[in-house]
């Protein structure tokens, strides 16, 4: 069952990345690949290596971006097809249904773009809370750290004081 499901969202997937499609038919494309739910992600990924991803599909993405879903992001995060980084990027720097803290582990990742996650995480700084990022800090490289202070001087309030005075007293705390 789950591989008819795939051979659907592929095919559908395809279709919505027709630039020729009329507006009344993505949006039938559209919630057939939202029907389907997670199986659609890889799909939609798959179709949009054959080039930029379209409006539509990115939308679609971004209604499926939860945390079920993180992983296969995460994998396309780390594709060698820049459309398909991108596409995941745009998607989950638009969607509200997973916990984007739960990206912060990914500064460890080389295979990650930095300046990427970044992006996705500023886009989402408004559901990131400050302590969050600040107890991260310790556990990151010299450079991730920079772009989590950056983040920081975005959303930083004083919830984060007893924490900051913490990293001073660490050994490497910059």
Do not use: C
């Not at 008819?4 to 395809?14: M, S, T, V």
């Amino acid at each position: 069952m789950d591989l008819i499901r795939r051979f659907q969202a592929g095919h559908l997937a395809k279709r919505l990345q027709d630039p020729h499609q009329a507006d009344a038919g993505l949006a039938q494309t559209q919630e057939k690949l939202l029907a389907l739910g997670p199986t659609a992600v890889r799909g939609l990924l798959d179709a949009i290596a054959h080039g930029k991803a379209s409006e539509a599909s990115i939308e679609v993405l971004e209604r499926l971006a939860t945390n079920d879903t993180l992983t296969v992001f995460v994998e396309a995060l780390q594709s060698p097809v820049p459309a398909v980084a991108e596409a995941a990027a745009s998607a989950l720097s638009r969607s509200a249904l997973y916990d984007p803290a739960l990206l912060l582990p990914l500064f460890s990742e080389p295979a990650v773009s930095k300046a990427r996650l970044e992006s996705i995480l500023s886009a989402q700084m408004q559901r990131l809370q400050p302590v969050t990022l600040v107890r991260v800090l310790p556990d990151l490289s010299k450079d991730a750290r920079g772009s989590v202070f950056r983040l920081l001087e975005r959303r930083a309030d004083t919830s984060i004081s007893k924490d900051v005075v913490g990293l001073a007293r660490h050994a490497e705390w910059w």
